[in-house]
Nanobody, 119 residues
Framework: QVQLVESGGGLVQTGGSLRLSCAVS????????LAWFRQAPGKERELVGH????????YVVDSVRGRFTISGDNTQNTLYLQMNYLHLEDTGVYYC????????????WGQGTQVTVSS
């Protein structure tokens, strides 16, 4: 089993920055990918980006590229999402998720952390 706990959410004005963290614990050895997803009010959950845990190769979707950066510290078992130049439409609940060799897709999810961007 893997446990994921997000932190760092909050209220920020447009153009501001936040850094989310996701603490990863449990049986982490089989993990190959960690990801950030978000869900805006009334919308479906969407991928923000992911990182391959062993080599650190990261990807973010077009809508956040140039503003958001995913990174990880696998010695501290922590995933990060640095969010700069936040827009109103970045508001939502942000979740981290883990994919490992034991099941397809993302089998483990955190409880989420709220990010609210105000004008």
């Amino acid at each position: 089993q893997v446990q994921l706990v997000e932190s760092g959410g909050g209220l920020v004005q447009t153009g501001g920055s936040l850094r989310l963290s996701c603490a990863v614990s449990g049986d982490t050895l089989p993990i190959h990918t960690l990801a950030w997803f978000r869900q805006a009010p009334g919308k479906e959950r969407e991928l923000v980006g992911h990182i391959y845990w062993r080599n650190g190769s990261a990807y973010v979707v077009d809508s956040v590229r140039g503003r958001f950066t995913i990174s990880g510290d696998n010695t501290q078992n922590t995933l990060y999402l640095q969010m700069n130049y936040l827009h109103l439409e970045d508001t939502g609940v942000y979740y981290c998720a883990a994919g490992d060799s034991r099941s397809p897709g993302y089998g483990y999810w955190g409880q989420g952390t709220q990010v609210t961007v105000s004008s």
